[in-house]
């Protein structure tokens, strides 16, 4: 937390709230759940609980079950919280909102954009893919067929021995004995099966891209050493710009407990990746 002076202050009573921001869940899991939300949906809602300058627990609030109410001037007039079909309205200076930015207008403007809003039909095709692969799966799908030779005709029994044969046979060791005058024909797999495939790739392509993932933070083939310390650099940076957003919504807390101009900064000292570009600045 910094002062007026940029001075890194080591006692503040928003250190102390950080260590145990509710009392039923640990600061870690708060922290992982506020980036979680705030991907996912745009949004981070936190209900302040204390009087004045004394805040005792930042609540997180359920996106799905926010509502914002907006005021005459396009602002925020209360946040409308509903659960178990009971309603209750917060001021905004009860509320800690973190939000990404958005593209919409009116009053859909006051909520942030989420990737499950920019990834929607790339999800919706991944999820009906991963269905119809499950289908088929279970149901399966012919790998032969067995046709006669020369125009002959296969009575009914016969064609049935030789069915359990090829299936008994070809389970065990892929040789196929034939007692009669058949054309097998061994069906490769079709182009649909291969579009699944590409299909798939190219969604995590498209959710790597949109929340900002390098390939090398996931373990995928990387050109060279070089190519993955510049992939490690620009996921950093595309992170200070989501901290950037915890900040700003966090200072207001710490202004509250603290002074005006109290605000939140994160130390990134130890990230590596981020090292060479802060002893350039230097």
């Not at 993932?213 to 993955?228: D, G, H, I, Q, W």
């Amino acid at each position: 937390l910094v002062g007026d002076r940029n001075r890194a202050v080591q006692r503040h009573p928003f250190l102390r709230l950080m260590e145990r921001p509710t009392s039923n869940t640990g600061p870690t899991l708060w922290r992982r759940q506020m980036i979680v939300d705030l991907l996912l949906t745009g949004n981070y809602f936190a209900l302040i609980l204390g009087r004045g300058s004394s805040v005792t627990s930042l609540v997180r609030l359920h996106p799905e079950h926010v509502q914002i109410i907006p005021s005459s001037s396009g602002g925020v007039a209360a946040y409308r919280y509903t659960e178990e079909g009971v309603s209750t309205d917060y001021s905004p200076d009860d509320v800690v909102h973190v939000r990404q930015t958005s593209y919409r207008d009116g009053p859909a403007s006051l909520y942030g954009q989420g990737v499950i809003e920019v990834l929607e039909t790339e999800l919706t095709g991944e999820y009906a893919a991963s269905q119809r692969w499950r289908d088929e799966a279970g149901r399966g799908q012919p790998t032969m067929t067995i046709s006669p030779k020369d125009g002959a005709s296969i009575r009914p029994d016969v064609l049935e021995k030789l069915v359990a044969s090829i299936q008994r046979h070809a389970n065990r060791t892929g040789i196929v004995p034939i007692g009669g005058p058949v054309d097998i024909t061994q069906l490769p797999f079709n182009a649909r099966d291969m579009e699944f495939s590409a299909a798939r790739g190219w969604t995590r392509e498209s959710i790597l891209a949109v929340v900002g993932v390098a390939y090398v933070r996931l373990f995928l083939p990387s050109a060279n050493f070089a190519t993955a310390q510049q992939q490690n650099r620009i996921y950093w940076q595309n992170l200070l710009g989501l901290i950037a957003l915890v900040e700003d919504a966090l200072s207001v807390v710490a202004v509250r407990m603290g002074r005006v101009s109290d605000r939140v900064a994160h130390d990134t000292s130890n990230v590596e990746a981020l090292q060479e570009s802060r002893t350039d600045r230097l």
